[in-house]
């Protein structure tokens, strides 16, 4: 059997912070040409903060109020508990297992911290930032907010419990995801004990790639990722397949049928024209998107 292509892998060991609870690695667009953008459109940005260790603060840690508008901030918890609130009154705190998926559309405030009790523990913080661009039709629509607990997750697990499968948007394997998406995409996390090998297939058309969380992976037979490393695949097709080299590895895994259309990005707005970056930014200062204070 032929596999699908690797492409690239992305080894980025440099990190930043995003306010002062979020020390991230950005695989994309940082370091990325401008194409990068459709190359593996609909997914814009990438933050992973990989477990990093956070000492016990009685401040509030994280990011203050900030603007988006033109696509939607999916954050996935691994470790940790993070806390959400936004200027029209959507709050919530996800833990492990848990995502939170805000549609920013037409333009939205929020912020996002260290839950407050979590914050005042020496802890560990394990998550992923996402964005999402929205197709042109819908970059101002309403604004919403969904909340995914991690019994709502699709699941598969196999009987002997080697192989774990979390599906959070589409259908893999036919377990199907809760999120709600403007575009088609099959967003999951593979749990692969050593020795173990899957098969999956994508749409040849999807443009798909993985993060490998925790451990140590083959692809495909012969191609080693070990934990932060990502993997950005051909679009030829094919299945790909992932087999466990120790023990316990976790891999994320993206793939959505790109939305052909011109993207720009500045800071918090993904538009499809520079004159749309203009508006919103003149939108946001002229307080059209609400009260920074909430």
């Known amino acids: 059997m032929s596999f699908r292509a690797i492409e ?6 440099h990190a930043h912070w995003v306010g002062d609870g979020f020390r991230v690695k950005q695989y994309f667009p940082l370091n990325q040409p401008e194409t990068f953008y459709q190359r593996f459109s609909p997914f ?12 016990a603060t009685p401040f509030e840690v994280g990011v203050g109020p900030h603007p988006h508008r033109g696509f939607e901030t999916v954050t996935f918890a691994f470790a940790g508990k ?12 996800i833990e492990p297992g848990d995502i939170q998926w805000m549609t920013a559309g037409g333009g939205i405030l929020h912020k996002e911290y260290h839950e407050k009790e979590f914050s005042k ?3 560990i913080l394990h998550m992923i930032q996402l964005w999402v661009n929205l197709p042109r039709k819908d970059k101002m629509t309403n604004p919403k907010y969904q909340a995914i607990t991690a019994d709502q997750m699709g699941k598969y697990f196999s009987e002997d419990e080697r192989f774990k499968l979390i599906v959070y948007a589409g259908e893999v394997n036919g377990i199907n995801g809760p999120a709600s998406t403007f575009s088609p995409m099959n967003i999951y996390k593979v749990d692969i004990a050593k020795g173990r090998t899957e098969t999956f297939l994508e749409p040849a058309d999807y443009n798909t790639g993985l993060l ?13 990722a070990k934990a932060t490393d990502f993997v950005l695949f051909e ?3 094919k299945p790909f397949n ?16 790109p939305l052909n259309e011109p993207v720009v990005q500045s800071g918090p707005f993904v538009m499809s024209t ?4 203009r508006q919103a930014a003149h939108d946001f200062k002229s307080g059209k998107f609400g009260s920074l204070d909430f």
Do not use: C, M, W
Not at 8 to 13: A, L, M, T, Y
Not at 242 to 257: D, K, M
Not at 274 to 277: A, F, M, T
């Open 8 to 13: 690239k892998v992305f080894r980025n060991n």
């Open 44 to 55: 814009i940005l990438l933050d992973y903060n990989e477990p990093f260790f956070f000492r």
């Open 82 to 93: 993070v806390e959400h609130g936004d200027n029209l009154g959507n709050s919530g705190v």
């Open 121 to 123: 523990k020496d802890r």
């Open 212 to 224: 490998v969380l925790a451990g140590e992976v083959k692809i495909n037979g012969d191609s080693s």
């Open 235 to 237: 679009n030829d097709g």
């Open 242 to 257: 992932i087999t466990g080299v120790e023990e316990h590895s976790e891999v994320f895994i993206l793939s959505g049928q």
């Open 274 to 277: 520079r004159e749309e970056l």
